[in-house]
Each structure stands twice: as structure tokens, then as C-alpha cells.
């Protein structure tokens, strides 16, 4: 009987990862970031001049879970060049922060984080799956769009695109 249970786990595994919402935008779409209020706010100014990865998420998404490691090194070797910005998508779960802190402790998260994505997805629209990922070049426009978790190579292009290796 568990053989025939594991389709059905499965289905509802992949339909909780999907979010409902419009298309995030297309690589060479310009994007003109608001102010976002993250646990520390991220004036737009501190975006100027910078990548911005837009990373988003949800705690109990186990591909999300492999991305976050990966996330944080790309921050930490990167940071003079680019911002990791993490965006929570389980607003209305009143346990919310409380989830994210412990993400954020657990996979030692130094950038900022998102808890309600409302004014980001007005401008910018909202991902199909989880994890997904929009990283925005010095001049505001999208440079990749990324739906899935990311492997070493998407991490290796990321970070070389922020130091100006690829166009």
C-alpha cells in the first residue's frame, strides 16, 4: 500500500511549492526596485551600483533548503559587488518570523530578508515554484531568471557576472 501512496505525496509536494501569481519578468526587462522593508530596511539608494539577487523562499521547502548554503557563500565571497536579498513568501503564517529567524540562524544568513513581499511583488511580479531566483544587473535589469534550485555552476555565473566577467 505505501507504493501506490507515494505519487500522491509527491503531487502534493510539487503543487505546495507552487506560488500563484504573475510571471517574474524576462532577462533584459528593465526593473525599478522600490524601498523594501526587511528586517533592517533596504533603502532603494543601497541597491545603486550593485547586483541584487533576489532569492525567493519558503521554510519548509526542501530545495530551498539545499539553495540556502549556497545563497550565503555567494553573499559572503561577493558582497562588495552584489546584495542577496531573501524574500519570504509565507506572509500570513502568523509563526512567520519566528520561522525565518531560525532559518536565517541556521543557515547563518548575513543579508537581508524579506517578510512581506507585497511592494517587491507589485513591481516585479511573483515566481511559479520555489525556490526561484531574479538577479538584477548595476543598471536594473534583469540579467537571469531562475525557477529550481540552483547548482554550483548558476552560483559560479552569478558571482562572475558581479565582478564584470560576463556581460
Known amino acids: 500500500m505505501r507504493?501506490?501512496?507515494?505519487p500522491a505525496c509527491l503531487a502534493a509536494l510539487l503543487l505546495a511549492c507552487a506560488v500563484h501569481a504573475a510571471p517574474l519578468?524576462?532577462?533584459g526587462q528593465a526593473v525599478s526596485l522600490p524601498a523594501l522593508a526587511a528586517a533592517a530596511q533596504?533603502?532603494?539608494k543601497a541597491l545603486e551600483g550593485k547586483v541584487v539577487v533576489l532569492a525567493w523562499f519558503a521554510t519548509w521547502c526542501p530545495f530551498c533548503m539545499h539553495e540556502a548554503?549556497?545563497?550565503q557563500r555567494l553573499y559572503t565571497a561577493n558582497a562588495q559587488r552584489?546584495?542577496?536579498i531573501g524574500v519570504n513568501i509565507e506572509h500570513g503564517d502568523r509563526e512567520q518570523?519566528?520561522?525565518?529567524k531560525q532559518w536565517t540562524a541556521r543557515f547563518g544568513w548575513k543579508f537581508p530578508v524579506l517578510l512581506d513581499a507585497g511592494a517587491l511583488e507589485n513591481v516585479i511580479g511573483k515566481p511559479k515554484g520555489l525556490p526561484a531566483l531574479v538577479v538584477l544587473g548595476r543598471d536594473g535589469t534583469v540579467h537571469?531568471?531562475?525557477s529550481g534550485e540552483m547548482l554550483d555552476?548558476?552560483?559560479d555565473d552569478i558571482a562572475a557576472f558581479a565582478r564584470g566577467a560576463l556581460p
Open 3 to 6: 507504493f501506490f501512496r507515494w
Open 144 to 146: 537571469q531568471v531562475e
Open 97 to 100: 518570523a519566528a520561522k525565518v
Open 25 to 27: 519578468p524576462v532577462k
Open 153 to 155: 555552476e548558476d552560483v
Open 69 to 71: 548554503p549556497q545563497l
Open 82 to 84: 552584489l546584495l542577496v
Open 42 to 44: 533596504v533603502p532603494a
